[in-house]
Each structure stands twice: as C-alpha cells, then as structure tokens.
C-alpha cells in the first residue's frame, strides 16, 4: 500500500510543478534554518519534479534563502490541501550551474530574472530523505 500513496504523492508533486504539468497556482512552504538556528519557511512554487523523490524551485542568489542553505542543507517541503498532505525531509544545495539553470528556466520568472544567464537567478535542489504522506484518508511514511 505505501508504494501507491507515494506514487499518488509523486503524481500530485508533479502535477504542481510549474514544468510537470498546467501551473495551477498551487504552492508548497519551504522551511530551512536561519543563521540563529530557528526554522524559517518560505512559499514558493516548485519547478520541476520527479514525483517525491527531488523537487527544484528558483530563488535569487541575493536573497536570504541560499545562505541559509550554506548555513544548514537539512529542509522540509510541504503540500497540502483539504484532500492531502505531502511532508518531505531531506537536503537542499544551491545550484548555479548555466546548464541547469536553462533547463529549469520557465516563462513565469522573466519578471524576476533577465533570463536564465541572470548572475542573481539560481535553481535550488531539494532531495527526499524520508517522507510522511496523507492522501486518500490513507497515510505512508518512511524513507528513501
């Protein structure tokens, strides 16, 4: 039974992935651990996915969100509506490779970023360690 939740779970995370399917507004809360070792969280929509197993979204480098990663990689990622709830645990890493940050560029953060050689736009690369899952009045846990 775990292995269908998590592949509804991968579905849904997919689905809300601005590159997975049709955007639909749908956002997902990122919590890290600030400089004074409190948690912080942040909403964001997810870029891309590949079901629960990673996840990436787009930040600035000047904000405070990637030196808080630098600080402290350890992260959780939440969906979560009245039909479900998608918490992951796992890592985060800054990326600015030129190459990832063009496959991960998509329309909606050309009014942020002059494009996807902007030197402020990178791409933040979260993957699952474990997870806890509630869709369909069903609920899995574990780790990956």
């Given at each position: 039974?775990?292995?269908?939740?998590?592949?509804?779970?991968?579905?849904?995370?997919?689905?809300?992935?601005?590159?997975?399917?049709?955007?639909?507004?749908?956002?997902?809360?990122?919590?890290?651990?600030?400089?004074?070792?409190?948690?912080?969280?942040?909403?964001?929509?997810?870029?891309?996915?590949?079901?629960?197993?990673?996840?990436?979204?787009?930040?600035?480098l000047e904000s405070n969100t990637p030196n808080r990663i630098?600080?402290?990689?350890?992260?959780?990622?939440?969906?979560?509506?009245?039909?479900?709830?998608?918490?992951?645990?796992?890592?985060?890493?800054?990326?600015?490779?030129?190459?990832?940050?063009?496959?991960?560029?998509?329309?909606?953060?050309?009014?942020?970023?002059?494009?996807?050689d902007d030197p402020n736009y990178c791409v933040?690369?979260?993957?699952?360690?474990?997870?806890?899952?509630?869709?369909?009045?069903?609920?899995?846990?574990?780790?990956?």
């Open positions: 039974m775990n292995q269908e939740i998590i592949k509804k779970a991968g579905e849904i995370v997919e689905k809300n992935a601005v590159q997975g399917g049709e955007y639909n507004g749908q956002i997902c809360v990122l919590s890290l651990i600030d400089a004074e070792g409190f948690p912080t969280a942040s909403v964001l929509t997810p870029s891309k996915a590949d079901g629960i197993n990673w996840l990436t979204f787009a930040t600035g630098k600080n402290c990689n350890r992260a959780s990622v939440c969906f979560g509506t009245d039909e479900h709830c998608i918490n992951l645990v796992g890592e985060i890493e800054v990326i600015t490779s030129d190459d990832v940050k063009r496959e991960m560029w998509y329309d909606g953060l050309s009014g942020h970023y002059n494009g996807p933040l690369r979260f993957t699952t360690k474990r997870y806890k899952l509630f869709i369909d009045w069903q609920e899995a846990a574990g780790t990956l």
